[in-house]
């Protein structure tokens, strides 16, 4: 075993009632460093598994127990060197690796694209492993929203939905889920659904890639939006028992909670609770809005989930967000890149690659999606990526890898930690030279070019200098100190 690695035991247990909610699983890992106690999950067919994420190295002993079966299982493995970097978590304003190593997030969403086909699942993976996104958004639950209209492979409850011959005649706002007629059985999950996410979570994990896993969301015609409480919890444990283990794994409440007609303040708070009293790792956790911004300031917060509300102009507010609520700044949504016809998926990809540096600039962590109209959109499906901007992210990640963590010091003007670089950006401004006062340090200027992605030597400066510029605009200027 290697340092947050998953250990996986199967264990053949009862079946006998309902195994979900009869049986319990639990284990109890221990080393010279910590000691955890974690809960497992039935899978089908009479098989029980528990996972594990070891954090240090060195000789761990377990014992497996509960009402699963009459006995119990010890056993004894050795943990020698790490995978990767280990779990990410918030460190002030910032985000960085368990091992210290500091993470830039450049993410992207594809809401649904566990509930494709395999073909359409295979073909999301080999696009983000040609990529560079390190984060990707997604839900448990299908959705029913605009161009996603069509049921999912299979859904993650025993049960049949009901008819919905027709259903792509409707839109969101059309649609009544109060008479769904749906049949569900809530305490019996369909462990088929969960193991195409298992595939998929462990493939992101190959790949770098965060998985930032939506819990709740309100684009529903199924019935999930709105099951009573025993339900959401048993499928809170239930997800937590199964994925808490992989070290990439990221919560997020919900994507648009003030969306959630069934949901409450109390029911937010509520299943924080349950995640953080189930989740033995700590993995970070937040909830995302429409319009509300929730109260980052929760200590269970770790870090602001964000989607523009009023255009690129809420964009300016990232600094101040730092401000006030100490904690990393994600802007999960600000516009996508497409052609669709709903303001909120149809900018530019120049206009998408615009906002992404800006973020950065102001010291938050940017997102992206597409809406590329056709059979599949990657913002909801997956499948292929069609537009532009994404082909400049390696770029940009290039560059916040270089300069660090950034903090305002002027209108889209930053510095690093140390004060040892500026980053200048100018965005939709095109002028044809800029001045600077430098003082009597001497630092090195590079003319940025984000969309065509070239980094230009101008020489190294002190006092007051004169840069001409390529009159073009997406153009940054950074400067290092000598």
């Given at each position: 075993m290697k340092k947050w690695n998953i250990f996986e035991l199967k264990l053949n247990g009862k079946t006998g009632g309902d195994p979900f909610t009869d049986n319990k699983i639990f284990g109890e890992f221990s080393n010279e460093n910590e000691t955890k106690t974690v809960s497992g999950f039935y899978d089908g067919d009479g098989i029980y598994r528990i996972r594990f994420m070891p954090s240090f190295e060195g000789k761990y002993s377990y014992r497996i127990f509960g009402s699963f079966s009459d006995e119990v299982c010890t056993g004894r493995f050795n943990v020698s060197g790490a995978a990767g970097h280990g779990p990410v978590r918030a460190a002030g304003k910032t985000i960085e690796y368990a091992d210290g190593t500091p993470y830039y997030s450049v993410g992207t969403t594809c809401y649904v694209w566990t509930c494709q086909t395999r073909a359409l699942r295979e073909q999301t993976l080999n696009t983000l492993k040609n990529s560079s996104f390190n984060k990707l958004r997604f839900c448990i639950f299908p959705k029913h929203y605009d161009y996603n209209f069509r049921d999912p492979v299979m859904f993650p409850y025993e049960g049949t939905p009901v008819d919905n011959s027709g259903i792509d005649k409707f839109s969101f706002s059309e649609y009544k889920p109060d008479n769904d007629g749906n049949n569900w059985d809530f305490s019996r999950f369909n462990t088929e659904y969960f193991k195409i996410i298992d595939e998929c979570v462990e493939t992101l994990t190959e790949l770098g890639i965060e998985a930032d896993i939506i819990l709740f969301h309100p684009y529903d015609r199924w019935g999930f939006s709105k099951m009573p409480r025993w339900a959401d919890d048993l499928y809170l444990k239930y997800v937590i028992a199964r994925y808490s283990a992989y070290p990439n794994v990221w919560w997020s409440l919900a994507n648009e909670y003030d969306l959630c007609r069934y949901k409450t303040d109390?029911?937010?708070?509520?299943?924080?609770?349950?995640?953080?009293?189930?989740?033995?790792?700590?993995?970070?956790?937040?909830?995302?809005?429409?319009?509300?911004?929730?109260?980052?300031?929760?200590?269970w917060v770790t870090h602001c989930s964000i989607q523009r509300q009023t255009g690129d102009k809420e964009l300016d507010f990232i600094p101040s967000w730092l401000e006030k609520y100490n904690k990393p700044v994600v802007i999960d949504e600000m516009c996508y890149e497409d052609n669709i016809e709903q303001d909120w998926g149809n900018i530019s990809g120049e206009e998408m690659l615009r906002r992404m540096w800006k973020v950065y600039i102001l010291g938050g962590h940017p997102g992206h999606s597409e809406c590329y109209f056709g059979d599949d959109i990657w913002w909801s499906h997956g499948g292929r990526l069609y537009g532009e901007s994404h082909k400049r992210f390696g770029f940009l990640h290039k560059i916040m890898?270089?300069?660090?963590?950034?903090?305002?010091?002027?209108?889209?003007?930053?510095?690093?930690?140390?004060?040892?670089?500026?980053?200048?950006?100018?965005?939709?401004?095109?002028?044809?030279?800029?001045?600077?006062?430098?003082?009597?340090?001497?630092?090195?200027?590079?003319?940025i070019d984000t969309w065509n992605m070239t980094v230009e030597d101008r020489g190294v400066f002190s006092g007051n200098v004169k840069i001409d510029m390529p009159q073009r605009c997406y153009m940054a200027v950074r400067m290092t100190k000598e």
């Amino acid at each position: 075993m290697k340092k947050w690695n998953i250990f996986e035991l199967k264990l053949n247990g009862k079946t006998g009632g309902d195994p979900f909610t009869d049986n319990k699983i639990f284990g109890e890992f221990s080393n010279e460093n910590e000691t955890k106690t974690v809960s497992g999950f039935y899978d089908g067919d009479g098989i029980y598994r528990i996972r594990f994420m070891p954090s240090f190295e060195g000789k761990y002993s377990y014992r497996i127990f509960g009402s699963f079966s009459d006995e119990v299982c010890t056993g004894r493995f050795n943990v020698s060197g790490a995978a990767g970097h280990g779990p990410v978590r918030a460190a002030g304003k910032t985000i960085e690796y368990a091992d210290g190593t500091p993470y830039y997030s450049v993410g992207t969403t594809c809401y649904v694209w566990t509930c494709q086909t395999r073909a359409l699942r295979e073909q999301t993976l080999n696009t983000l492993k040609n990529s560079s996104f390190n984060k990707l958004r997604f839900c448990i639950f299908p959705k029913h929203y605009d161009y996603n209209f069509r049921d999912p492979v299979m859904f993650p409850y025993e049960g049949t939905p009901v008819d919905n011959s027709g259903i792509d005649k409707f839109s969101f706002s059309e649609y009544k889920p109060d008479n769904d007629g749906n049949n569900w059985d809530f305490s019996r999950f369909n462990t088929e659904y969960f193991k195409i996410i298992d595939e998929c979570v462990e493939t992101l994990t190959e790949l770098g890639i965060e998985a930032d896993i939506i819990l709740f969301h309100p684009y529903d015609r199924w019935g999930f939006s709105k099951m009573p409480r025993w339900a959401d919890d048993l499928y809170l444990k239930y997800v937590i028992a199964r994925y808490s283990a992989y070290p990439n794994v990221w919560w997020s409440l919900a994507n648009e909670y003030d969306l959630c007609r069934y949901k409450t303040d109390d029911d937010w708070e509520h299943y924080a609770q349950v995640v953080t009293e189930c989740d033995p790792y700590g993995h970070m956790l937040s909830v995302h809005n429409c319009v509300k911004l929730y109260d980052f300031s929760k200590e269970w917060v770790t870090h602001c989930s964000i989607q523009r509300q009023t255009g690129d102009k809420e964009l300016d507010f990232i600094p101040s967000w730092l401000e006030k609520y100490n904690k990393p700044v994600v802007i999960d949504e600000m516009c996508y890149e497409d052609n669709i016809e709903q303001d909120w998926g149809n900018i530019s990809g120049e206009e998408m690659l615009r906002r992404m540096w800006k973020v950065y600039i102001l010291g938050g962590h940017p997102g992206h999606s597409e809406c590329y109209f056709g059979d599949d959109i990657w913002w909801s499906h997956g499948g292929r990526l069609y537009g532009e901007s994404h082909k400049r992210f390696g770029f940009l990640h290039k560059i916040m890898t270089e300069c660090g963590n950034l903090h305002t010091v002027g209108y889209l003007t930053s510095e690093n930690d140390d004060g040892s670089i500026k980053l200048r950006y100018f965005g939709e401004h095109r002028p044809s030279f800029i001045t600077m006062k430098l003082g009597d340090e001497r630092f090195r200027i590079e003319v940025i070019d984000t969309w065509n992605m070239t980094v230009e030597d101008r020489g190294v400066f002190s006092g007051n200098v004169k840069i001409d510029m390529p009159q073009r605009c997406y153009m940054a200027v950074r400067m290092t100190k000598e």
